[in-house]
């Protein structure tokens, strides 16, 4: 069942800024990486506008999170509205990490 991801979608977005800085795309020295270090919705929104949407999509899917996708920044209400909505789907999220955890 798919579901609002609320701030479970920070954890992606970091995976992605970091997956970015490891190919050379994104540079860990730039002040917006030191955002990540706050989990507050300002700070993950300057973190989302370098990492983009498409950059945290394309890990959801590489990860087969195939019911998980950032849509919009957070806290906006707009996009809320428009029907526009981070979402995922506990139950596969929580296997595949499990999985990727065990496995190392």
Avoid: H
Avoid at 2 to 22: D, G, H, N
Avoid at 55 to 66: E, F, G, I, K
Avoid at 70 to 91: C, F, L, S
């Amino acid at each position: 069942m798919q579901a609002p991801a609320y701030s479970t979608i920070k954890v992606l977005l970091a995976a992605a800024f970091w997956r970015a800085v490891e190919r050379g795309e994104l540079s860990e020295a730039e002040p917006y990486a030191f955002q990540l270090a706050v989990s507050d919705n300002d700070a993950t929104n300057v973190v989302a506008s370098f990492v983009r949407f498409g950059r945290v999509n394309d890990l959801a899917a590489d990860l087969r999170l195939c019911q998980t996708a950032i849509r919009r920044p957070m806290m906006d209400a707009e996009a809320v509205a428009a029907g526009r909505e981070n979402y995922t789907r506990a139950a596969t999220t929580r296997r595949r990490t499990a999985t990727r955890t065990t496995a190392r």
